[in-house]
T-cell receptor
Framework: SQTIHQWPATLVQPVGSPLSLECTVE??????LYWYRQAAGRGLQLLFY??????ISSEVPQNLSASRPQDRQFILSSKKLLLSDSGFYLC????????????FGDGTRLSIL | AQKITQTQPGMFVQEKEAVTLDCTYD???????LFWYKQPSSGEMIFLIY??????QNATEGRYSLNFQKARKSANLVISASQLGDSAMYFC???????????FGTGTQLKVEL
């Protein structure tokens, strides 16, 4: 069966510090991968998605970036965090091809001080 | 442009009763998929049910069913025999393929009461 791992679960960072959140998927190959952000009490906003190694599409202009160095690894990064980057970050995967449900990791709660 | 709307910010239901959570969408693409997710207070997003635009029958998964009315562009979630553990935020989501990017509604907070 397929599993998705996301870490860390909780992170507190000062403004201006860098960020690296990691997500890995097991039990499948060539998945589509996604990063979402959820502000408190709000819905999910798609930040990035990837259909293959090195292929990243950005949905929202911001100071975040994403990379996919390996088939089942997806990384969300920032060089300098802003207060507005606080939120709940969720990674998700789906099988490629056709319309399929996305399956989510447990999320990272990011607080910027 | 694609749009998905959940008009109920909060709903209450008594245990063992059925409840309907509303979702409407707007797209000109004839091929699309509709999803419902549950988000408990712990934060994880749990996939509940899926309806494809070409599916002839309404989707069902255990106590969950999707009331799909294509002409009205609505995809309401029906939860039968509510349980206390159903208390959570529920999101409707929508994709027209193309990488399976999901657009989420704003969610409905459901509280199940004794």
């Amino acid at each position: 069966s397929q599993t998705i791992h996301q870490w860390p679960a909780t992170l507190v960072q000062p403004v201006g510090s860098p960020l690296s959140l990691e997500c890995t998927v097991e039990g499948t190959s060539n998945p589509n991968l996604y990063w979402y952000r959820q502000a408190a009490g709000r819905g999910l906003q798609l930040l990035f998605y990837s259909v293959g190694i090195g292929q990243i599409s950005s949905e929202v202009p911001q100071n975040l970036s994403a990379s996919r160095p390996q088939d089942r690894q997806f990384i969300l990064s920032s060089k300098k965090l802003l207060l507005s980057d606080s939120g709940f970050y969720l990674c998700a995967w789906t099988r490629s091809g056709g319309v399929r449900p996305q399956h989510f990791g447990d999320g990272t709660r990011l607080s910027i001080l | 442009a694609q749009k998905i709307t959940q008009t109920q910010p909060g709903m209450f239901v008594q245990e063992k009763e059925a409840v309907t959570l509303d979702c409407t969408y707007d797209t000109s693409d004839p091929s699309y998929g509709l999803f419902w997710y549950k988000q408990p207070s712990s934060g994880e997003m749990i996939f509940l049910i899926y309806q494809g635009s070409y599916d002839q029958q309404n989707a069902t998964e255990g106590r969950y069913s999707l009331n799909f009315q294509k002409a009205r562009k609505s995809a309401n979630l029906v939860i039968s025999a509510s349980q206390l553990g159903d208390s959570a935020m529920y999101f409707c989501a929508f994709t027209t393929g193309g990488g399976n990017k999901l657009t989420f509604g704003t969610g409905t907070q459901l509280k199940v009461e004794l």
